[in-house]
């Protein structure tokens, strides 16, 4: 799907450009201004009504899509965001508020006291109260921080509601939901991916220990010591030196990933009988607006029922669903479902010709290689479109099928329609259930995975031990695709470059490796000096360094001189 800021926003102004362009219609030019206009935005909006500051969004398309944004919130039982103009008006109101109160207090003769806040305790057995005794009970001076899983077993036994089921089964809520509310307050702080860690703060220490001081946890404890690490001797770190500790882990992580030894696990075993075999499908593949559940009804009817939501990459995608949601909890994984090594991306006719001339084709494909799927199946639906586009294009998209089985080896297979794409897809989903479910699945612990070591850690199980497929779960596989939480300065840097047009991800990979990060990149342009000289050498930098590149990485003067417009100037 589209790279943006605000994808389900842009997914429905998407659906209605297709609909124009099918009927004909003369909104058509109305929507692909907008669609443009957004997906070319860099922030993130909370609400339809932000958008008529983008070129193409009258009044009209903004109620259409808060209209549609309140539908989605109530079907998936979301909060919907705040009117901009309701929170100006709250804003207005509570500063005219605070100006009359000011206004009353300084013609008082009498002052009045100010209020102190109240210090923060959370209720007795809630899950605030359960996470952070849980947390007290690392060592006062850890840095490593404990995952959710072990936080979870150490906090349990402290709450009244579960953290792993809801207690309300109309309500998606357990009590980690708790955790969003103290990393809010700051009492908590989170880092590492793809595993999650916890630690607290200063502040959550000090909670921590009014909890402890409590006549509610003294008798619920047996009056209990503090603990060791809940003392009040306990040094002061100060911020500064959080971000200094963060960052050398983040500089050992990046060393450890260059070493030549991989760490050792013992991998978890899930037995055939334990799972069965699921097919998930993105919640924006949908037929039309006003069939948006054809997928899957048909799927449903060819005993292949998808669980919906919305993936990070690709269209669709299939996992090992555990019988019992807590079999994987208990083995010292998260979640209760396994990433399979099958991934399918679908492209109508019309979407694919899009996506090539956009870039979006190439930029798709890049993330497909390193989401560390082995085997990826491109579906091309050959829908009638206009005879002239598709002569104009026919070469194009046979290079770009072409390329797709012979560079990068997935696999292409064409469809007439979606039907049947659907009865395709019903039959890998029969396929794979045959093939795995018979078997043992081998899960790499989420533990042991760092988005460094991911890559070289598949390629070397895969030439080591090429009989046995291993595996992660679906919450880690996510983390590791996800666009926005694995971003490192390198993928920024990356995604800055191909925001030229021209500059796909090869191109800008090999740009990467000349000058590694955006400062080294602005300097190089600096050092070609002044004048008209100066920008000679500019719009020539890129191409005369890199003209050693054939194929697709070749970067031609021209796009060199487009490059140097933007960079050279920053």
Known sequence: MEECPNPQLLAWVKEWLDTARERNSKGFTTYRNAYESLKACPLAFQHPAELQQLKGFGPKLCERLTDQLQKHCQ????????HPQAKKAAERARRDEQAAAAAEGAGAAKKRKTRQPKAYVPAFRSGAYALLIGLSTQPVD???????????????PHCDSSFTAPSDPTKFYTAWASMKILVQKELVYERGRPLRRYALTDEGWEVANRIKGTSEWKADNGNTALHPATSSTRPVRSPSAEIEVVAELDSAAKENATDSSLPAFAPIKLPPGSFSVRLVLDVREVRAKTDRDYMQEELAKLDATPLMRSLEVGDAQWVAKCHDSTLLQRLGAEGDEVVLDWIVERKRLDDLIGSIKDGRFHEQKFRLRRCGVQNVIYIIEDITIDPQVLQRYEEAVQSAIASTQVVNGYF??????????????SRLTAMLKRRYEKQTLYVIPSRVITAQNYAPMLQHLRETQ??????????????????????????????MLMTTRGVTGERALEIQRRWRTP?????????????????????????????HLVGRKKISRALSQKISEIWGDA
Request: contains cysteine.
């Open 466 to 495: 090429p009989s046995v497929g291993h595996y992660i779960t679906y919450q880690t596989f996510s983390s590791l695709a996800s666009k926005s939480e694995m971003m490192t300065l390198r993928d920024v840097f990356l995604k």
């Open 519 to 547: 400062h080294d990149f602005v300097k190089a342009f600096e050092a070609c000096g002044p004048g008209e000289t100066g920008k000679k050498r500019k719009r020539e930098l890129v191409s005369s360094q890199l003209g």
């Open 142 to 156: 850890t840095t490593s921080g404990m995952t959710k899983a072990d936080l979870i077993q150490v906090s349990q």
């Open 75 to 82: 079907e998936n039982h979301l909060p919907m965001p705040e």
């Open 412 to 425: 292409v297979k064409r469809t007439s329609k979606m039907d049947e794409t659907v009865r395709y897809l």
